[in-house]
């Protein structure tokens, strides 16, 4: 067989997530010939099977290892290897692909990053928690293997478009946009009554609910300065973050001669993803076009870090270095958990975060052991605090 025609293969890790199923559907509408090597998921164990007998992947792996002996159960009579828990996502990870989604959701998907990206291949990155606790390891590791490295988030897939690799000194600024979430203006007294249900339903965007409440504390836009930090050759003072509620443009480049080179299209992660698939060429992709007399009006405004102090905290953190970002990270996987589980109020999860980095001071943090142990560190420490808040 001539090499040209041989199957890309693929791995997707965190397959039932939304960027999971939505990178499942891209791969169904494209013209290109792929072969799955691994599926994962953390716990929904019937649609990971759904999606086993759709994609015949090699390798199945359920993180939870009590919905191991399910989903044998769901896959007997299938050719796929099964494997489960931390050294079946490993595993997964580390199979040699030429093309792998990194969907899992938080600071979990950090390792079998680490993994993918040190077995080489290109590697769509849509995990930013793990740029955001790792950026530079995840940078040596790719160095090391030479790993190409994708971004998926809209804004930072965007940037990946407009911007001069090969004259970063011509560009003046990068700004991400936000839609500002479900609660842009409300006040304080609303804010202390937000439901979770209430938090989840972004207006434009379809995600899953960890991503959701971040957007609705604007926590999602401090971890994509953070990942845009890493991710693109510039300083922190040209990040520049703009309200716009229309989530139409994802993100602009400006240059030095007066020029910006903007992102547009509907909110829709199939079409990151899809760029993100075929890069450096550009497949077609079915579904809804953007028709911009149809929004008829863009509008933008500033986003204050008083009004947004997730944004204050993004800057602290990357001025302080070390392992602030972990601290960030984690103390908000833990706060955003604990109030989807009612347990505490919208209003506490930005000052769980911030009560956890005026406790916890890292300078260091190099290797996967260091980070891994900050990130322990600060979930305890979030989770004595929310204790400690009844
Ligand atoms: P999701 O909650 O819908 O899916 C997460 C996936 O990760 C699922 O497959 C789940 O089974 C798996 N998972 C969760 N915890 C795990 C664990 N402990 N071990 C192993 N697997 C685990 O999340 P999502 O919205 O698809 O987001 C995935 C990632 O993409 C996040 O980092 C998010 O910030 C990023 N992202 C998402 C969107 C979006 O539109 N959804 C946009 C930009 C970036
Ligand atoms: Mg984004």
Redesign the pocket.
């Known amino acids: 067989m001539n090499k040209q025609e041989e199957p890309r293969t693929i791995s997707i890790l965190?397959?039932?997530?939304?960027?999971?199923s939505d990178t499942i559907s891209v791969l169904q509408s494209t013209s290109t010939k792929y072969r799955v090597l691994a599926i994962?998921?953390?716990?929904?164990v019937e649609l990971l099977a759904q999606q086993a007998y759709a994609l015949e992947p090699e390798f199945v792996v359920i993180?939870n290892k009590e919905k191991y002996r399910e989903l044998k159960r769901l896959l007997s009579g299938t050719k796929s290897r099964l494997g489960a828990g931390d050294e079946g996502?490993l595993e997964a990870a580390s199979l040699k692909t030429n093309w792998t989604m990194a969907?899992?959701?938080?600071a979990?998907?950090l390792k079998p990053v680490l993994t993918t990206i040190a077995h080489g291949g290109t590697v769509a990155l849509?995990?930013?928690?793990s740029l955001v606790c790792a950026g530079e390891l995840l940078a040596c590791e790719a160095k090391k293997s030479g790993a190409t490295l994708l971004p998926?988030?809209?804004e930072h897939n965007g940037v990946f478009q407009s911007f001069d690799f090969n004259n970063p000194e011509s560009v003046e600024k990068i700004y991400l946009t936000a839609s500002g979430g479900p609660f842009l203006d409300c006040n304080k007294d609303d804010l202390q009554r937000v439901t979770p249900e209430q938090a989840v339903k972004h207006p434009n965007?379809?995600?899953?609910?960890?991503?959701s409440v971040?957007s609705a504390t604007m926590m999602?836009k401090a971890?994509e300065v953070i990942e845009a930090f890493h991710l693109f050759p510039i300083n922190i003072n040209q990040i520049s973050v703009l309200i716009h509620p229309e989530s139409i443009i994802h993100s602009m480049v400006s240059y030095w001669d007066g020029s910006f080179l903007a992102h547009l299209g509907n909110p829709d992660?199939k079409i990151p993803i899809a760029y993100a698939l075929s890069w450096p060429r550009r497949m077609p992709l079915r579904g809804s076009r953007l028709d911009i007399t149809d929004v008829g009006k863009l509008t933008f405004r500033r986003a204050s870090q008083q009004q947004f102090p997730a944004l204050r905290l993004a800057n602290e953190v990357l001025e302080e270095g070390g392992g602030s970002a972990i601290v960030m990270n984690a103390a908000n996987e833990v706060a955003v958990q604990a109030f989807l589980q009612y347990e505490i109020s919208f209003l506490s999860i930005l000052k769980i975060v911030e009560a956890s980095l005026a406790r916890i001071q890292y300078n260091k943090a190099d290797s996967i052991e260091e980070i891994m142990s900050i990130d322990n560190e600060a979930r305890r420490m979030a989770r004595n605090l929310i204790a400690a808040l009844d």
């Open positions: 965190g397959s039932t997530g939304s960027i999971g994962t998921a953390h716990e929904s993180a996502l969907a899992i959701v938080g979990a998907g849509a995990n930013k928690e998926v988030d809209s965007w379809d995600m899953g609910p960890k991503i971040d999602n971890l992660m």
